[in-house]
């Protein structure tokens, strides 16, 4: 079965800063990741997903996230963050399990953007 | 144009009492998901939708939970005989149509709190 581990829980980096969230998934055949984010009161919203091809993802809000298949890795980077940007971050993988369709959810990391 | 809905969006019960959670997604999305943001299991998937049906129910936490989609639209998730450890948020999803190309779009969820 399919898994994901986001290893940082918290993470607090200073507005203007460079931030790399890590996400670390199982799966046995070639992996659909996505990362979305979670805002305080609001819905999931995508931010990023890699199918195949470039292994480098560009997604909405200046995030971007690079597929290593050697690491089984897919880790979420933005050069410089705003305080807009404070929220939780949840990594996933697609896949399909008796004909069902789903997304397996890391726990998730919690960003503060501090001044 | 609308996204997905969710109703409630809060709903306090007592211990024993069945409850109804409601989704409508976004018109003409084919795909439904049902998942439960929890504090002690994070996000897990619960049951999706093809059309009206449901290929395997097997993701639902006990035989307490049952769902249901009608007309290819409105999905209504059940609980009955609710347990304290049932409160959690419970997030509803759509996309186009089934597959890991098309994006799912999420709802903000009905926070379900069982004393």
């Known amino acids: 079965a399919q898994s994901v581990t986001q290893p940082d829980i918290h993470i607090t980096v200073s507005e203007g800063a460079s931030l790399e969230l890590r996400c670390n998934y199982s799966?046995?055949?070639?992996?659909?990741l996505f990362w979305y984010v979670q805002s305080p009161g609001q819905g999931l919203q995508l931010l990023l997903k890699y199918f195949s091809g470039d292994t480098l993802v560009q997604g909405i809000k200046g995030f971007e996230a690079e597929f290593k298949r050697s690491q089984s890795s897919f880790n979420l980077r933005k050069p410089s963050v705003h305080w807009s940007d404070a929220a939780e971050y949840f990594c996933a993988v697609g896949a399909e399990d008796f004909g069902n369709e789903k997304l397996t959810f890391g726990t998730g990391t919690r960003l503060t953007i501090i001044p | 144009g609308a996204g997905v809905s969710q109703s409630p969006s809060n709903k306090v019960t007592e211990k024993g009492k069945d409850v109804e959670l409601r989704c409508d997604p976004i018109s003409g999305h084919t795909a439904l998901y049902w998942y439960r943001q929890s504090l002690g299991q994070g996000l897990e998937f619960l049951i999706y939708?093809?059309?009206?049906?449901?290929?395997?129910k097997s993701g639902l936490p006990s035989d307490r939970f049952s769902a249901e989609r009608t007309g290819g639209s409105v999905s209504t998730l059940t609980i009955q005989r609710t347990q304290q450890e049932d409160s959690a948020v419970y997030l509803c999803?759509?996309?186009?149509?089934?597959?890991?190309?098309?994006?799912?779009?999420f709802g903000p969820g009905t926070r379900l709190l069982v004393l």
């Open positions: 939708f093809q059309g009206n049906s449901a290929p395997d």
């Open positions: 999803a759509s996309s186009l149509e089934r597959g890991w190309g098309e994006t799912q779009y």
């Open positions: 799966y046995g055949a070639t992996p659909y």
